[in-house]
T-cell receptor
Framework: DAKTTQPPSMDCAEGRAANLPCNHSTISGNEYVYWYRQIHSQGPQYIIHGLKNNETNEMASLIITEDRKSSTLILPHATLRDTAVYYC????????????FGAGTTVTVRA | NAGVTQTPKFQVLKTGQSMTLQCAQDMNHNSMYWYRQDPGMGLRLIYYSASEGTTDKGEVPNGYNVSRLNKREFSLRLESAAPSQTSVYFCASILGQGLVQYFGPGTRLTVT
């Protein structure tokens, strides 16, 4: 699976959009980009995933660059409850589905 | 539909004691996983079960055993607990190929 690089931390103002970058320069053609988050002391929570097209759901939007070497998770209107560690994971879709979690980005939403 | 449940939520053990962490899912998922998370660290895979009747080692399997009891249940056993096994343990499940992985609320284990 391709390795990902994320900034260790970032701050965001409540009500503003939070843009979380992720670099995955060694991604291969059949690897998807997944985003999870972990709010303090809770189990990780799935947010969104995509292959090459931009994706949007009720939680967030995922923008993947045309060369697929990087992506951005967008939380459109951050709230205090969005304070969490956000993980960007790249891997193929297969039955042998082992997620490798790195250090992630600690996002702090401030009032 | 409770999703993924784990018991117990908290446990304190003395060095050398044994215990079993229980995990169950009611989503009819095929694959189940056990992770551990040490303070300030990401999750590390201990064992997984791709389907009922099969189990495989992950990154950090030493000191643990698992049992896939049936499609719903996947247990993690510590035969002789050590302080290095103090951690938060998460169970997860997934339906099939590359779909979303759902996590339980975690078991916080302290070994003294």
């Amino acid at each position: 699976d391709a390795k990902t690089t994320q900034p260790p931390s970032m701050d965001c103002a409540e009500g503003r959009a939070a843009n979380l970058p992720c670099n995955h320069s060694t991604i291969s053609g059949n690897e998807y980009v997944y985003w999870y988050r972990q709010i303090h002391s809770q189990g990780p929570q799935y947010i969104i995933h995509g292959l090459k097209n931009n994706e949007t759901n009720e939680m967030a939007s995922l923008i993947i660059t045309e060369d697929r070497k990087s992506s951005t998770l967008i939380l459109p209107h951050a709230t205090l409850r969005d304070t969490a560690v956000y993980y960007c994971i790249v891997r193929t879709r297969s039955n042998d589905y082992k997620l490798s979690f790195g250090a992630g980005t600690t996002v702090t939403v401030r009032a | 539909n409770a999703g993924v449940t784990q018991t117990p939520k908290f446990q304190v053990l003395k060095t050398g004691q044994s215990m079993t962490l229980q995990c169950a899912q009611d989503m009819n998922h095929n694959s189940m996983y056990w992770y551990r998370q040490d303070p300030g660290m990401g999750l590390r895979l201990i064992y997984y079960s791709a389907s009922e009747g099969t189990t495989d080692k992950g990154e950090v399997p030493n000191g643990y055993n698992v049992s896939r009891l049936n499609k719903r249940e996947f247990s993690l056993r510590l035969e002789s607990a050590a302080p290095s096994q103090t951690s938060v343990y998460f169970c997860a499940s997934i339906l099939g190929q590359g779909l979303v992985q759902y996590f339980g609320p975690g078991t916080r284990l302290t070994v003294t």
